[in-house]
């Protein structure tokens, strides 16, 4: 169920526009605050749109992408070669590496 909103509600005057930064205590200009109550004007009737958009059946959605992301198969690999891996180590002890300790 949605709220039908008219166009009436959905225009901003450079008064209110005024009014608010005044408010607010921002120092908007006359241009500024013509260029704000357009724009946001503009925003309201685009809401206003979607508002009168019929979504009855729609189901709604937690996120956008609900859908689940294929993932790549998932097995153990057997073919390293523990033997030429350690050759390049600088040091291997029982099947360990061995990192020098740097002491300054």
Known sequence: ??????TSDSTVSREEILEIANLARLGVDESTANSYADEITKVLKMMITLSNVDTTDVKPL??????CQELRADFANHDIDRARNQSVAP???EGLYLVPQVIE
Do not use: K
Request: overall charge negative.
């Open 1 to 6: 169920m949605s709220q039908q909103l008219s």
């Open 62 to 67: 937690a996120n956008i992408h609900e859908t």
């Open 91 to 93: 040091a291997v002890e």
